[in-house]
């Protein structure tokens, strides 16, 4: 068994070889293949996506990389041009260029249009307006009101052609000249398109636009949705001594506009990492793997859950076997530039204690390219692929990118360009993933330790409404399966160091048996809120309580705007106070009750919601009164809270009865395979 020095050794002498020139280069050529000759583009299912898929496989080949491409089938968009014509008061044509969203939208040329203002969107604002036919302006913050979505949807409702958004915050802070593009998790018959501030301030003043005026324009624009289309995802492949198990690296290679961070540099820096592996003769033990992923920013028509469809498809129907052979997936994203002073890898809870173990023994030069050094943080999300690969059953980890500026200022705009490029960080880049592949690579055992998520579990459950039989069953469930996942993990160190020996059949076989623990943790306690974050299942509920509880206290203390409010924050009743029942009830159903091809990596884990629609309607309406009376709503409020305690019960007991299966998968793993050994 290797030492952590020797490994260092190997690391030391491999990383030679690594060129972030090369990387660099390889990560501009793949902005060349574009479905937009002027913006960029390269979506799912597109032939710039195909096209870029060629120079990668081909890459690989050059690198000395088995190289396969898997096939499968997805939703497709290519979007080619929106031009958006505008005349001022003296006659001169002033022309913008637009983003655009996947929606279906052909003007068959030069198209004129009566453009309206219509504020953010609401249903209470269109109710105000006659939009039929019209183009609609509208001014939204993704981030902090709603998404595309809704305000297309709404609008589409009422006859409008089409909506122009302009990005009001949360993205395309960067610029006033930014456009923004995201995935639309809506019906590709209700278009949108996206306009920067700075051409809807010029439009605005030319036209002397504001809320309900009309502008006259031409629009010129061909973005097509295309159904049951295909993409591939390119694998390349380096055979290790053992060519049943594997390490997976991955990079989604389609973007948005030129894409440069996102995902342009995280694919060359696999290759890179690849070339340099390659370069320096090493031989694996395992066979490590190294995909492009497609269609990761879009690619299923009508879904919430319409992103990550490339590896979605790689784990689940593609390549299902991978389940049980990868013990570790390192997904790579927005890596040539600062998210923060502390580099964090964002992991699967199985992972920390080994991540924190590389981060350990990394030298200090390499930790210190980062000012606070380099952490780990749990677990992992669904903005990046690495989620769809960790339910598949496949412990992941990526690069985190989420907490930064960058995703309010550049993040899905023209601007995520080599200008943002940052040469320091991306060497780190290079160095410390390459470091934590060797260390994977050198693994006996895949090394996870299944009490960390255990006791996040544990401190995640701080609701004071359940009863002490409830409450006290699932805690002393919980304590014997962490207690029996130490004992596990203890001796899978053992292992890893050397101070335990294994025959081969029975090693491979304890590989697969924690695996399959690993997916049994997924499958039990990894949850979706309304807003997409991984949570345990009694999360939701939880703090739907703890919302409920706040209105009720507001309510009966005549604090109607208070409640609703709180109210809001209840599932997706945000956009229940904003936009009509159609649209809302159109898009919960959507992220419920379809096929599980169609919802990926969100079938089974949302809760049903809490449907306040009708409620925040009553409290609006009573505070209209001159004495606003609560006390129907507030009753209503407490059979909710009733309703809730029920429902958090009936999880608690559910994880609990989880918790046992858990419990015992990993006590028969470790009295079949170290039975007899001590301690």
């Keep these: 068994m290797e030492t952590i020095e020797q490994q260092l050794q190997e690391w030391n002498r491999i990383r030679r070889y690594l060129d972030i020139s090369y990387s660099y280069v390889l990560a501009k050529r793949m902005e060349e293949p574009r479905t937009n000759p002027v913006l960029g583009y390269r979506t799912a299912g597109s032939r710039a996506e195909f096209e870029t898929g060629e120079v990668l496989a081909a890459e690989m080949r050059a690198i000395g990389l088995s190289v396969e491409k898997h096939r499968f089938t997805l939703d497709g968009w290519d979007f080619h041009h929106a ?60 981030r902090n009101d709603w998404w595309i979505n809704y305000p297309a949807y709404q609008a589409h409702l009422r006859g409008a052609a089409a909506i122009l958004a302009v990005q009001a915050g949360g993205y395309g802070e960067v610029n006033e000249q930014a456009l923004n593009a995201q995935n639309i998790c809506g019906p590709r018959q209700a278009p949108a398109f996206s306009i920067a501030r700075k051409d809807a301030a010029a439009l605005a003043e030319a036209a002397h636009l504001g809320f309900g005026r009309c502008a006259e324009v031409t629009l010129d624009a061909l973005s097509t949705v295309m159904p049951e289309t295909e993409s591939y995802n390119i694998v390349g492949t380096l055979p290790g001594e053992d060519t049943d198990e594997m390490v997976v690296v991955s990079a989604h290679y389609d973007s948005y506009f030129e894409g440069f961070q996102d995902d342009n540099t ?122 769809s690969m960790a339910i598949g059953g496949v412990p992941s980890m990526v690069d985190e990118f989420g907490g930064g500026r960058f995703m309010a200022t550049h993040y899905h705009s023209q601007f995520d360009n080599d200008r943002a490029y940052d040469e320091k960080v991306y060497l780190f880049h290079h160095l410390f993933y390459t470091w ?111 919302a409920l509880h706040t209105a009720a206290w507001q309510l009966a203390a005549g604090m109607g705007k208070q409640a609703v409010e709180s109210l809001c924050d209840i599932d997706d009743n945000r956009y229940a106070n904003a936009f009509d029942p159609a649209v809302v009830d159109y898009f919960a159903d959507k992220a419920r009750n379809q096929p599980p091809e169609r919802l990926m990596w969100g079938a089974g884990r949302l809760q049903e919601r809490l449907a306040l629609g009708s409620l925040l309607r009553r409290i609006k309406a009573e505070e209209t009164a001159e004495k606003p009376d609560h006390t129907a709503a507030l009753a209503q409020v407490k059979q909710l809270k009733k309703d809730q305690q029920e429902l958090l019960k009936e999880i608690v007991k559910n994880e609990t009865a989880d918790l046992a299966r858990l419990s015992k998968a990993l006590k028969q793993a470790t009295g079949e395979f170290f039975a007899g050994k001590g301690e």
């Excluded at 279906?104 to 004129?112: S, V």
Aim: aromatic share 10%; with cysteine; proline share 4%.
């Design 83 to 142: 031009r958006l014509t505008y005349k001022d008061e003296e006659g001169r044509a002033h022309t913008a260029e637009l983003g655009s969203y996947q929606t279906d939208f052909d003007t068959k040329g030069p198209k004129h249009y009566t453009l309206i203002d219509a504020g953010t969107g609401t249903a209470a604002e269109l109710d105000r307006l006659d939009v039929r036919g019209k183009l609609v302006l509208v001014h939204i913050n993704q």
């Design 266 to 387: 995280a694919v060359s820096l696999m290759l890179g990492m690849a070339r340099a592996l390659k370069l320096a003769g090493y031989k694996p033990k395992k066979t490590l793997v190294f995909c492009a992923f497609a269609a990761e920013e879009w690619g299923v028509i009508d879904s919430r859950y319409d992103w990550s469809t490339g590896a979605y498809n790689q784990i689940f129907r593609v390549r299902p076997d991978w389940a049980g052979r990868v013990i570790a997936n390192i997904n790579l994203e927005l890596p040539a530039h600062a998210h923060g002073k502390k580099h964090q890898v964002r992991s699967v809870y199985e992972l920390k204690r080994f991540l924190k173990e590389c981060i350990r023994a990394l030298p200090q030069e390499v930790a210190n390219l980062y000012p606070k050094g380099v952490g780990v943080v749990c677990p992992v999300q669904t903005w990046s692929d690495d989620f």
């Design 436 to 546: 934590v592949l060797l260390r994977l690579d050198r693994c006996v055992l895949p090394p996870l330790d299944f009490a960390e998520r255990l006791w996040a579990l544990d401190a995640s459950l701080t609701s004071q409404k359940l009863s002490p039989q409830t409450e006290g069953a699932f805690r002393k469930k919980l304590a014997e399966a962490a207690r029996r996942a130490d004992k596990l993990t203890r001796w899978v160190w053992k292992v890893n160091q050397g101070e335990v020996t294994m025959e081969e059949a029975d090693r491979a076989a304890l590989r697969r048996r924690l695996l399959e623990i690993f997916r049994l943790a997924q499958d039990c306690f990894v949850r979706l809120d309304w807003s997409e974050n991984a949570i345990f299942p009694h999360e939701n509920t939880q703090a739907n309580l703890s």
